[in-house]
């Protein structure tokens, strides 16, 4: 699966191939493969390590159609 990077997300190989976001706009697109049309439940897991902005905003999407 192959991704285009958007509005800077940066891959960070030296961290085990973390990818950071700036919280405001970054995100990666994977267009509308085959792959991602699913048809069943399914279970999506993912580390996130957060940094608290300033003013403090206890809403942040990680995931969106």
């Given at each position: 699966i192959v991704?285009?990077?958007?509005n800077g997300p940066v891959y960070?190989?030296?961290n085990k191939g973390s990818i950071y976001f700036d919280g405001v706009d970054d995100?990666?697109?994977?267009?509308?493969?085959?792959?991602?049309?699913?048809?069943?439940?399914?279970?999506l897991s993912a580390w996130v390590k957060g940094q608290?902005?300033?003013p403090f905003s206890p809403s942040r999407t990680f995931i969106s159609s």
């Open positions: 991704g285009t990077f958007t960070d190989s030296a995100y990666i697109d994977f267009g509308s493969s085959a792959t991602f049309k699913l048809t069943d439940n399914f279970t608290l902005p300033e």
